[in-house]
């Protein structure tokens, strides 16, 4: 049998758990579309926690659809791409929907990027704005690109009150008719999204960039049909999702495509929690898997490697949760035995 034959064959069908079918049928909607469905399922369900601070279904659209609303009357139209320079935070989600609402096209960018790479993704990607955390946004400055608006935010304004005293705008950001806060355009303009016609097959929603072996990192142009096949296979891949009801710890960088599609897309488009960190602080997560009763764990190689030796690794309940899958990566058998033998549980690789 050749290689082909062995390919349409599909092995892989028989290791498929009882019940997952070996096709999905994917719906013909924006990304956008499926995240406002999930919005009016449950407007009072908790949509993130951050730190402590809870942000609903209903909070996390209204800031969406006002900052759409804010992009397009700075001129942001369908086919524009705009880069996202954050970390891990309510901006970045609410950056993400409202630039798709406007029928742009995202391309995240690494927070760890040196200026020159930033530069780079920039000018490779043609994207016109750039939303950026204020203490990146020295790193935009030094590449130098030329953008038609940039949108600053500071990861402090979506803490809980306390915490959020304590952080401050980075310094030295001169005033400019180019510049704009986040949180100025939120409060200056109404919830009222541009109507914008989305064709999920043809319009591209993500472009993320993707380092492969050589040269420069490439763009992976994602139509929102990719996104939603995507969300449509992990559904059908593990039935024991409820809608609504997982709570996931969201530690992995947005900016790349496991932790923007897995965890943030697929969290958010089915009305789940995501319990949302900056960067993956062991400590904090542990604590947070008890605390706010996580259902799902998605983390990478290393990071079980780590953990299967960490002292506090018995404080989290591992046979508890649904699924701990591993991604991005690849899993080696001895870190998935010593994972079982210390935690009883079985890492599902992706």
């Not at 024991?240 to 965890?263: N, S, T």
Request: with cysteine.
């Amino acid at each position: 049998m050749s290689a082909l034959d062995q390919y349409l064959a599909k092995p892989w069908l028989k290791h498929y758990q009882k019940g997952v079918p070996a096709t999905v049928e994917v719906p013909l909607k924006s990304v956008a579309q499926a995240f406002d469905e999930a919005c009016e399922r449950e407007p009072g369900r908790r949509a993130v926690v951050f730190y402590g601070r809870d942000i609903t279904y209903r909070e996390l659209r209204d800031a969406v659809d006002r900052l759409a609303n804010a992009l397009a009357a700075l001129g942001l139209r369908k086919g524009d791409r705009v880069a996202l320079f954050l970390l891990n935070s309510p901006q970045f989600i609410i950056a993400y929907f409202a630039a798709l609402k406007c029928g742009a096209t995202v391309t995240p960018i690494s927070p760890v990027y040196t200026s020159h790479e930033v530069r780079h993704q920039i000018e490779d990607s043609g994207a016109r704005a750039v939303i950026c955390q204020d203490i990146l946004y020295e790193k935009v400055v030094k590449a130098g690109v030329e953008c038609d608006f940039i949108v600053l935010t500071n990861v402090g304004e979506y803490l809980p009150a306390l915490k959020r005293m304590l952080s401050k705008r980075a310094p030295g950001i001169p005033a400019s008719p180019r510049i704009h806060w986040l949180q100025d355009l939120l409060k200056q303009h109404p919830p009222q999204p541009p109507a914008v016609t989305i064709d999920p097959k043809a319009d591209v929603a993500a472009l993320p960039y993707t380092g492969g072996t050589t040269g420069h990192p490439k763009g992976v142009m994602l139509s929102h049909y990719n996104l939603l096949a995507a969300q449509a296979s992990a559904q059908a891949a593990f039935p024991g999702f409820e809608q609504g009801k997982e709570v996931i710890l969201a530690f992995l960088p947005f900016f790349h495509i496991y932790g923007q599609a897995v965890i943030m897309l697929n969290g958010l488009c089915q009305g789940n929690l995501l319990v949302l960190f900056t960067n993956p602080d062991t400590e904090a997560i542990l604590g947070a898997m008890e605390r706010y009763q996580a259902t799902v764990f998605y983390g990478v190689p290393t990071l079980y490697e780590y953990l299967k030796d960490h002292k506090d690794t018995d404080k989290a309940n591992w046979k508890r949760l649904k699924l701990v899958l591993s991604g991005a990566d690849t899993l080696h058998e001895s870190t998935m035995r010593g994972w079982a033998k210390r935690t009883g549980s079985t890492i599902t690789e992706g």
